[in-house]
Nanobody, 122 residues
Framework: QVQFVESGGGLVQPGGSLRLSCVAS????????IGWFRQAPGKEREAVSCISNRDGSIYYDDSVKGRFTISRDNAKNTMYLQMNSLKSEDTANYFC???????????????RGQGTQVTVSS
């Protein structure tokens, strides 16, 4: 199973930006999709953004549309999440994983790593 290592999180003020990186231990093209998920204390996990390997389509959660941009560099087995105009409600542990759509929602397929903590606070 491919493993992922996330980096780039930190403490940022509201309105600030961060760029998260996710390096895969191997090729991810055999998976349906790959993407970013997040989970805040006391809240359920949610899919933030995913890229389909089938047709290249991109999913964004409504809460991040227009602010976050997902991208990938296949040659480097690396995926990115550019996060702009950050809000306090974006505070969470962000992790990447292979993903699959279930009943219209993306769910992670691969084991969750440590993730990277994003804290948005003044």
């Amino acid at each position: 199973q491919v493993q992922f290592v996330e980096s780039g999180g930190g403490l940022v003020q509201p309105g600030g930006s961060l760029r998260l990186s996710c390096v895969a231990s191997g090729a991810t093209s055999n998976y349906y999709a790959i993407g970013w998920f997040r989970q805040a204390p006391g809240k359920e996990r949610e899919a933030v953004s995913c890229i389909s390997n089938r047709d290249g389509s991109i999913y964004y959660d409504d809460s991040v549309k227009g602010r976050f941009t997902i991208s990938r560099d296949n040659a480097k087995n690396t995926m990115y999440l550019q996060m702009n105009s950050l809000k306090s409600e974006d505070t969470a542990n962000y992790f990447c994983a292979a993903a699959y759509p279930v009943q219209g929602m993306y769910v992670p397929l691969t084991s969750r790593g440590q993730g990277t903590q994003v804290t948005v606070s003044s």
